[in-house]
Structures are given as structure tokens and as C-alpha cells.
């Protein structure tokens, strides 16, 4: 039965019409249509209360108004639901990354165009190197240069190449469950710390990991852990080599960690080159995580700072630079404001292919992945989607909507459900995405009821 | 089913008087607009929308109409 309360309010649209001197007809077969012949015997001026009581008799072979219209608004709703559904779970998520990706890459151009891209590292002194049975290990080895040894592959050719990792465990356990364990912590990959180019072996060069890795490693050979490491040992020439890298990497290991001792008592922060851990990124700057986080809480550091010596100096160290830091902040954090000051925005052009580009090269990722779908028609789709309108950055949202939507989905419903649910969010003061999917939602009701009228004069 | 499928091209004579043009309207609006309400609640019903407020149903389907129609 129609309400009072919908008549009521369904005047304005009356009388908006009236005052303008235009009326509505409906679309035959429709599904408003339909729902209209119900109410076909009110023909005569006879205000609400007959309209409301001729809602409740049935008026054509399908029923009363109030049966026509629940089944009806039950079978768009499933519809709406289905729409709602696709948008949320399907295209919206895809929506989501692709713009994430797009501002993403943005920002890394804009950085990268001042020198700002990079990170921040910061390093510790391994709980291994300050433990006593491995200082014990190293010690006899502390005055034993960094050396350079060739043609070392001859020798540990065959036995790294049976290698199984159990024998590897084997070897480079010390005996000892506590020193075993500060080993495993940093050094999480024994095999591939071993992977390198054994033809020929730079101690001074290697990352103190790999380093530590060798010398535990030569260690067990040289200790003679594990039958095949006793027969490597039967032969003199074999152990003279073993030998002399196991006491040059000890050598290297000792020196490091008194450095690394020195380097924090004295308050350095940047790292010098030999004491970092992996093969150095020149993107980054590697940092004592003690002196930096003490430099922050109480001198007056901070990691802007710190991107802005990156920025300037690169991830060299030099004494001078370290005590400029250190001493004063302010003219790194000022360096690192100027430049962010200097962000270019990118040209439209730039913005506009970058976007076509992530957009593309993510959908066809997805379509690649799917299993079960015609991927040439995907494809296709998604080509044509490509080619809808794209103005620039302003615009990205309501851009990869479309693309996604018209790849993934029939129709435009998913499309205009979640552009308008874009719309509604852009008008609103407090973003409440609830809201705007609700308010979207009537939007689109009324966009569908639109579509089954038409004004006539 | 797409909710957008329609077509505008079949319209019902509604006959020569100007009163049964104006009746017809005023079916015709209020049928959409409770058409309108029944569709949300049935959404609103099973969860598929929530609804952040109070707001009059009734009232916002029309304001859409009205806004949808162009007038």
C-alpha cells in the first residue's frame, strides 16, 4: 500500500513538474510500467486517501500494488546487492592498488628528481662478534692482514660443490648452544652467504658477514669436522691455503669488531664501509643504531637530517662530515626542507603515460593470473578500457575505475555505482565511505527510475 | 538483469485531457518514489547498505528523482 508519507513527498516532483508545465509518462513494460497498471482504475482527482486505497486493490492480472511492488524492488535489490558486491570485493580492491601504485611512483619521480630518495639503515654490532668464545676463536688471528687469495677455487671446487647443508651446519657449529645460536641470528642463510665468486677471495672487500661465514666455515674444515674435510686436509697444499684465509678472515673479524667498539664510544654515526653487514646500497645511509637513536633523543638529530647528509654527501663517511652531522643537524634538516621545497611536479604528460603505463602493466598481471577466463577477450577489453579519457592526476580515480570496470565487469553498473560513490566522497566535508556508498546507492535507484519515464509536455 | 537496460523508445499515450495527464504524474511519482523506498529497504534489510542515520527515505529517493530528472 502506498504510504501517505511517499505521497507526500512524491508532490514535489508533481508540482516541480507543473510549475514548469511538463508531465511524465512511463515506459510500457517497464518495471515501473508495470507497477503503474496496478493502480490503472485511479483515473479521477480523488487526493491521497484514494490513491492509498487504490494501491490495494488489484488492479491488473499480477496483483496489488503492494505485490507488484515487493516483488520488484526484492528483485532489484538482488541486483543492486550483486552490483554492490562485484564493486566492493572485486573492482574496488584493484582500484585501490593501482592508484596506491601511481601515487607511489609519483612520489619516488618527485623525490628522485631532488636526490631524496633513500633510506636510513641503521646497523648494531652483532651479539656473535662480542661473544667470548668467538673472540677467543678470532684473537690468535688480530694482527693477520686482510689479504687477497687467488685460484682458491681449486681447491674447494669439488667439496662446496657436494656440500650438502647438513654437512655445512656441521661445520660451522662452534660447540657451543649459545655461540651456535648468536650465529644463526646473523647469519640466516650460511649457503648463500657461500655463494659467491670463490676464484678468488677479497677478505678486505666481503661484507663482515660473508666474512664471518668463511672463517666459521674454513674453521670446520680446518678443525677437521666431517670426514670429507679430513680428507680436503690430507693434503699440505690444502691446508697451507686453509689456513692462511681462515687467519685472514679472523684477522679481518678481529679488527672490525675493536673498530666497531671504538666507533661507538667515540659517538660516530655513519657507518664506515667495512663494518656494514651486506654489500652497501648507495641509496642508503648506513648508520650505528645506538649513537643515531641517542643522537636523535638528546642532540638534536633526526632522520631528515640524516636523509639530507644522503642527499648532499652520498653514504661516504669521513670523519669531518660524521662531526658535521652530528654537530649540526640543523643545516642537514635545512638541505633536506630546501629540497623538499624543490619536489617538481611532474608534467602532465609525465603523469598521464605513468598512469597508463602502472594501470596497463597491473591489469594485464591480474588477466594473466585468472584462471578459467578467456584471456584474449580480457585482453581486449582491457585495451579499450585503456583508451577512455585521461586529463591528468585530478582525474586518476574516476580514470581507473573505469578501465578496471569495463576489464572485469558487463555493463557500466559497477562503473557508475562506484563513481558515484567517488563523487559523494569528494563532496563531502568528512570523508565516510558508509555514507557515500549509501547516498551513491539512492543515487542510482533514482538514475534507474529516471530511465523508465520520460517527460513529455 | 542490468538495472540500466532500458529503452525510451515505446511511450503510452496517456489520452487528451490535461487532468488525466496531471493524475498520471502524480501516480507516476509516487509510485517511483515508493518503488525507490521499497528497493532501499530491501537493501538496508539484508545488510547490503547501512544506514548512517535516521534520514527520511522518502525525502532523499525524491530529492535523487528530482535531481536525476533535471528539473
Known amino acids: ?457 | 538483469m542490468s538495472i540500466s537496460e532500458n529503452s525510451i523508445s515505446e511511450v503510452t499515450p496517456v489520452g487528451p485531457a490535461q487532468s488525466k495527464k496531471e493524475i498520471l504524474t502524480g501516480k507516476i511519482s509516487a509510485c517511483a518514489v515508493s518503488l525507490g523506498v521499497s528497493i532501499l529497504k530491501d537493501l538496508i534489510d539484508t545488510s547490503k547498505v547501512s544506514v548512517p542515520n535516521t534520514e527520511d527515505l522518502s525525502e532523499l529517493i525524491t530529492t535523487a528523482i528530482i535531481g536525476e530528472l533535471q528539473l
Open chain 1, 1 to 457: 500500500m502506498l504510504k501517505r508519507s511517499t505521497i507526500e513527498q512524491s508532490i514535489h516532483i508533481a508540482d516541480t513538474l507543473n510549475y514548469t508545465n511538463k508531465r511524465l509518462s512511463v515506459v510500457p513494460g517497464s518495471p515501473l510500467g508495470n507497477i503503474i497498471t496496478t493502480l490503472s482504475s485511479f483515473n479521477e482527482v480523488g487526493g491521497i486517501d484514494e490513491l492509498q486505497r487504490q494501491s490495494e486493490v488489484a488492479g491488473s492480472t499480477t496483483g496489488t500494488h503492494t505485490e507488484v511492488e515487493n516483488y520488484t524492488a526484492h528483485k532489484i535489490s538482488n541486483v543492486l546487492a550483486n552490483i554492490l558486491d562485484t564493486a566492493k570485493n572485486v573492482v574496488n580492491p584493484h582500484c585501490r592498488a593501482i592508484v596506491a601504485g601511481v601515487e607511489e611512483e609519483r612520489k619516488e619521480k618527485a623525490l628522485s628528481s631532488v636526490g631524496l630518495l633513500g633510506n636510513i639503515k641503521q646497523i648494531e654490532l652483532p651479539a656473535v662478534l662480542a661473544d667470548n668464545m668467538f673472540i677467543e676463536l678470532i684473537e690468535p688471528y688480530k694482527t693477520t692482514p686482510s689479504s687477497v687469495f687467488k685460484n682458491t677455487y681449486e681447491v674447494f671446487n669439488n667439496f662446496i660443490k657436494d656440500l650438502s647443508t647438513e654437512e655445512l651446519n656441521i661445520l660451522i657449529k662452534t660447540g657451543s648452544a649459545t655461540l651456535d645460536n648468536k650465529v644463526s641470528l646473523y647469519i640466516t642463510s650460511p649457503i648463500s652467504e657461500l655463494d659467491f665468486n670463490w676464484y678468488e677471495i677479497d677478505i678486505a672487500a666481503l661484507p663482515l658477514r660473508k666474512v664471518v661465514t668463511i672463517f666459521l666455515f674454513l674453521h670446520g674444515i680446518y678443525t677437521q669436522k666431517t670426514d670429507k674435510a679430513t680428507t680436503l686436509m690430507s693434503s699440505a697444499t690444502n691446508t697451507a691455503v686453509v689456513a692462511k684465509i681462515l687467519a685472514s678472515a679472523g684477522g679481518r673479524i678481529y679488527r672490525d669488531t675493536a673498530l666497531f667498539d671504538k666507533v661507538i664510544k667515540n659517538g660516530d654515526i655513519i657507518a664506515r664501509g667495512n663494518l656494514i653487514s651486506d654489500y652497501a646500497d648507495r641509496n642508503t645511509l648506513y648508520v650505528y643504531g645506538v649513537n643515531y637513536r641517542n643522537w636523535i633523543q638528546t642532540k638534536g638529530g633526526s632522520p631528515e637530517a640524516a636523509l639530507g647528509y644522503l642527499a648532499l654527501n652520498g653514504n661516504a663517511f669521513t670523519n669531518d662530515l660524521n662531526n658535521t652531522l652530528i654537530n649540526n643537524p640543523e643545516r642537514y634538516r635545512d638541505e633536506y626542507q630546501s629540497r623538499l621545497n624543490q619536489l617538481k611536479t611532474l608534467s602532465i604528460v609525465e603523469d598521464i603515460n605513468l598512469a597508463r603505463r602502472f594501470t596497463a602493466d597491473y591489469m594485464t598481471d591480474i588477466i594473466r593470473r585468472m584462471e578459467n577466463v578467456d584471456k584474449i577477450a580480457l585482453h581486449a577489453k582491457l585495451a579499450a578500457a585503456l583508451e577512455h579519457e585521461y586529463h591528468g592526476s585530478k582525474y586518476l580515480i574516476s580514470y581507473v575505475i573505469k578501465v578496471v570496470s569495463r576489464t572485469l565487469t558487463d555493463g557500466h553498473d559497477v562503473k557508475d555505482i562506484l563513481l558515484e560513490i567517488d563523487n559523494v566522497l569528494e563532496e563531502l566535508e568528512k570523508p565516510d565511505l558508509d555514507y557515500a556508498i549509501y547516498i551513491a546507492t539512492i543515487r542510482l535507484v533514482a538514475r534507474w527510475l529516471k530511465n523508465q519515464v520520460v517527460i513529455t509536455n
